[in-house]
């Protein structure tokens, strides 16, 4: 469904991504990991258009390089940036209609209400505006925002940073809820173990270039990953 070839990209001479091969195919979950400072949030960037790049990105049949954010979250391709970007002074809801400006009111209603049933601490706080949510009620409006755009590839970069365990777990919850539908997945996470372990597949990120891929079990079980990553 989305494919990378050959990636490259960085920030003034100092470069990021060093000819980074990736694929994420219809349904699955792809999870990247990496030490910080390995090129996961610019390959995130660089695939929904926020970076620039050099190297080919294709979804489905159409190369998409040239493309700039908006088109490609028209075709589908909806990020959810680390640090979570909500707009605080707003309320909940007008955040998450922002996610939507695309679509017909009648649509945008019908996805409201699907957030709302999957986010219920959101439904509960429509009004209140989102700079005074918790950081994990921040993190599920955040995701909450781009599901409003119905995406066919979804972006997640770091949806766990900063949350008590107890959060971590009901975001995990939501993206495995996400698994189970038609949009694929690709998630940076530092929680490595985790990611891994609901992952189909993945890929290790180190100096801006992939040192492994394989299933999410493969890499689990990778004496490499397990030293690196996972503390073992």
């Known amino acids: 469904m989305l494919t990378a070839r050959d990636l490259h990209s960085g920030y003034g001479r100092i470069p990021a991504l060093k000819g980074v091969d ?21 390959l995130l960037r660089s695939l929904s258009g926020v970076q620039r790049c050099t190297g080919s990105i294709r979804f489905e049949d159409r190369e ?38 695309r679509r017909g009111r ?41 599901l409003m755009a119905l995406p066919r590839v979804l972006l997640l ?21 996400l698994r189970a539908g038609d949009t694929a997945l690709l998630l940076v996470e530092q929680n490595a173990r985790a990611a891994l372990a609901i992952a ?8 801006g270039r992939v040192v492994l891929s394989g299933t999410g079990a493969e890499l689990l079980a990778d004496p490499a990953v397990r030293t690196a990553y996972l503390g073992l």
């Open 106 to 146: 009648r649509e945008s209603a019908r996805s409201l209400e699907r957030v709302y049933a999957m986010f219920p601490a959101l439904a509960e706080r429509r009004d209140q505006a989102a700079g005074n949510l918790s950081g994990g009620q921040q993190q599920m409006l955040a995701i909450g925002r781009a």
């Open 64 to 101: 998409i390089g040239p493309s700039a954010p908006r088109e490609r979250v028209a075709l589908g391709i909806v990020q959810v940036p680390e640090g979570r970007q909500v707009f605080g002074p707003l309320s909940v809801e007008d955040n998450l209609l922002l996610g939507a400006y």
């Open 200 to 207: 189909d597949r993945a890929y290790v990120l180190e100096a």
């Open 22 to 42: 990736l694929e994420v195919r219809a349904g699955e979950l792809v999870s990247l990991v990496g030490a910080n400072g390995a090129g996961k949030t610019t």
């Open 157 to 177: 970069d770091e949806p766990s940073m900063g949350l008590a365990p107890r959060l971590v777990e009901e975001i995990f919850a939501c993206i495995r809820s």
